[in-house]
């Protein structure tokens, strides 16, 4: 069908209802009936004068005129099935991606409203039938009862139950929400009574009727609309059909929540999905429903009374919940194992899912110790599923470890996003903030982005700099009450704003996909931070700017967190996880993409560049690397040497030294008298390049940063020897690269 022939279709001749209704016209129905004339008249003075003229022995009574527009919605629908029945038969003929359909009203009797739409997939045939239900007056505006409309395809044998959708008037556009119908979820839960009583085995699945026979790629298409499964979807589903327990690594934006909706749908029984924050839970639930599965969440922001319904709701024979979100701190309570041990014991619990399990390594070891107890998960005997977008191999170990899984399957999709423009940026001292103002008024003008900060302060004075310059933008932080915070995603979210500067606290699970850049106002704790959060641009798959403002001194405040943890393993942990990212961000010379590849042991993007980065499109340099062994041990000579006068020597104190400096700090503390005093003069051209090497020496861990004073937020670090076992009996080199930044 091409386009003059659909136009000729549209034409407002063969739509003469539709020109009327625009007019706010309505048909005669006095008219009508007496001779099939159809007439428009305004439905005030038009039709009250045409009465007077032609019906004068007729009172046009409130009920008179209901009937006219009765007539004249009747008669409009009936025009708007012509034209799409014309339209229909016009694309099969064409045989260019059309599908039919049959679309009908979702109830016993619809026969009567039933109509053939051909449409290239189930959501636009809803949305076509919706135009003839809204002409006919059936439809709703949002905020009123749906109408409920089951589409089928028919040449499909495999689309048995059809896909459901929920419609309503929209103003413009037709509003719908797929859903399952209650009739096939009750059904399927008097199965779930019956099979409750059977024999209690480690893994025991069986297909609801809504999905009986049908594949995972029918479900999909029926439940979600999407033709087909994103990387890795498909093998983590049959790995959990199978009963495996399944580790999934798959980057931000690939699908995590489609694997764990549909491996529930298909199997028998509850599904718990353990999540580590509330607006996460509270977006997927909202997200989910529009589907048409029924889900909830349970967490602090309950009442315990609310969180006693819910216990209540799962423990009857017939619950109504398709799966469960809940927090690790309630997953782990007497309250909650409680109800699973029942669950268990009548054969209703299905699996258990671990959203953004990369929280188990990162957030378990010190900040949220409930992550450490999800193992006595695997005591209920029902597959474990941990999902996440970024994880290291050692992470990895770590979830294996914790879960207490068995034989777990890994499935692993490359982390590359070829659509990220990762780039750092030397951060301007006092005037960050309008640096950043300044980037995305440049190059991002009327975006969507979102600018992490380190701290809630600078949450909120980012959000300010940014609509001085006439950029809207809100923040988010977990300072805020819960009702601010809601507010404030939902006006980003709804692009009331185009930017949300924000804490870690927000992003993890948002699906918005128009986000165009994602700044990093001060340097993350770690490279999976980093991932993580870059990886909430670019969902729809157009280019996204990923920017870090980098300055070595914005470690101090990291160091401040390490510096307060008890553990002092974890402090070393978190350290190397600082460092790892300090060395990313001074790395001038190899591909950001790459770096991030061979940072996650993803062998398969590690070996080309992307072309894309900041460093890739910089021209090209030849790299220096030389042997600066001898360098180093100077450096840590010259260290030894100055801590014999000062106990406490600051990172410029040493390079001033070593280079040769007759700066006033370097001679009123004696450091000129250091044999190493000018050491460096010769190994390095100037201060600037030996301040990077001295940067070096930090974040390879010869060289250790110490804050004087924990609280103190503005404090300068000190150095004192790192690591200097292996260099001190020669058993390892230092190759120094003059292409850091």
């Not at 505006?141 to 059809?162: A, E, F, I, T, Y």
């Not at 309950?302 to 690790?328: A, D, G, W």
């Not at 992550?371 to 994880?391: D, E, M, N, R, S």
């Not at 050692?394 to 780039?423: H, Q, Y």
């Amino acid at each position: 069908m091409n386009e003059a022939e659909l136009n000729s279709l549209l034409l407002p001749s063969n739509r003469p209802f539709l020109e009327a209704k625009v007019q706010n016209k309505i048909s005669c129905v006095e008219c009508y009936e007496k001779n099939g004339k159809i007439q428009f008249f305004s439905e005030g003075l038009g039709l009250a004068h045409h009465f007077k003229i032609k019906h004068s022995s007729l009172s046009l009574s409130e009920n008179v005129i209901r009937k006219c527009k009765k007539l004249f919605q009747d008669l409009h629908g009936q025009e708007t099935r012509r034209i799409l029945a014309e339209i229909s038969e016009k694309r099969v003929k064409t045989n260019s991606g059309y599908t039919e359909f049959d679309v009908a009203v979702d109830t016993d009797n619809t026969e009567n409203e039933r109509m053939i739409i051909s449409a290239q997939t189930c959501r636009e045939a809803a949305k076509l039938y919706g135009l003839f239900l809204l002409h006919c007056g059936l439809l709703k505006p949002l905020g009123g009862s749906p109408c409920h409309v089951q589409v089928k395809n028919r040449k499909s044998r495999d689309d048995g139950h059809g896909q459901c959708f929920k419609l309503w008037n929209a103003g413009e556009k037709i509003y719908t929400e797929c859903y399952i119908p209650s009739r096939l979820v009750m059904f399927s839960q008097e199965l779930q009574v019956a099979s409750s009583s059977a024999e209690m085995t480690t893994c025991s699945y069986c297909p609801i009727p809504d999905v009986a026979g049908r594949s995972p790629l029918a479900l999909l298409q029926t439940v979600f609309g999407h033709k087909s499964f994103k990387p890795g979807q498909q093998e983590a589903i049959e790995s959990m059909l199978s009963g495996e327990d399944t580790i999934v690594l798959i980057p931000t934006g690939g699908g995590k929540t489609v694997i764990y909706t549909l491996s529930c749908l298909m199997t028998f029984g509850l599904a718990i999905v353990v999540s580590p924050l509330i607006m996460l839970m509270d977006d997927q639930v909202t997200r989910l429903r529009k589907y048409g599965i029924n889900t909830c969440f349970y967490n602090t922001t309950l009442s315990e009374t609310e969180r006693k319904n819910i216990v209540h709701n799962l423990m009857q024979p017939i619950c109504l919940y398709e799966f469960l979100f809940v927090s690790p701190e309630a997953i782990v309570t007497e309250q909650f194992q409680s109800c699973l041990h029942q669950l268990r014991k009548e054969n209703r619990l299905s699996f258990f899912a671990i959203d953004e399990a990369h929280c188990i390594d990162t957030w378990g070891r010190d900040f949220r110790p409930s992550y450490q107890q999800l193992g006595v998960l695997k005591c209920f005997g029902v597959p474990v599923i941990a999902l996440t977008g970024t994880a290291t191999t050692g992470t990895i170990d770590v979830i294996n470890k914790t879960l207490k899984m068995t034989n777990a399957k890994i499935i692993r999709m490359p982390c590359r996003r070829e659509n990220l423009l990762f780039s750092v940026v030397i951060k301007k001292d006092n005037k960050a903030k309008k640096q950043v103002a300044s980037i995305i008024a440049t190059d991002h003008a009327d975006s969507c982005g979102i600018v992490y900060c380190a701290t809630q302060a600078d949450a909120v004075e980012m959000a300010f700099v940014l609509k001085e310059q006439g950029i809207p933008s809100t923040f988010y932080h977990a300072g805020l009450d819960s009702g601010e915070r809601t507010q404030n995603a939902a006006i980003w979210l709804n692009g009331t704003v185009s930017v949300i500067c924000c804490t870690n606290a927000f992003g993890m699970g948002i699906d918005k996909q128009n986000v165009r850049f994602v700044i990093h106002l001060t340097v993350p704790s770690s490279l999976e931070d980093y991932v993580q959060e870059s990886g909430r641009g670019g969902r729809d798959g157009d280019k996204c700017s990923c920017i870090l403002l980098f300055r070595f001194g914005d470690r101090a405040f990291h160091l401040r967190n390490i510096a307060r943890m008890q553990n002092e393993q974890t402090q070393d942990v978190k350290l190397a996880l600082l460092n790892a990212i300090t060395r990313y961000c001074m790395e001038h010379s190899i591909c950001r993409q790459q770096i991030i590849a061979k940072y996650f042991d993803d062998d398969e993007s590690v070996s080309e560049a992307c072309n894309i980065c900041d460093v890739c499109q910089k021209e090209e340099v030849p790299e220096q690397v030389r042997d600066c062994t001898q360098e180093a041990g100077d450096v840590l000579e010259c260290l030894t040497g100055m801590m014999v006068t000062q106990s406490r020597v600051k990172v410029g104190d040493l390079v001033m030294t070593y280079m040769g400096s007759k700066a006033k700090d370097v001679l009123s503390k004696s450091f000129h008298m250091v044999p190493q005093y000018g050491k460096g003069k010769s190994s390095f051209k100037n201060i600037s390049v030996a301040t990077q090497f001295i940067h070096f020496m930090i974040f390879q861990g010869f060289l250790k940063e110490n804050l004087p004073n924990v609280e103190a937020r503005g404090s300068l670090t000190y150095i004192t020897h790192g690591n200097i076992v292996s260099l001190l009996n020669s058993a390892s080199k230092v190759f120094f690269s003059t292409n850091l930044n």
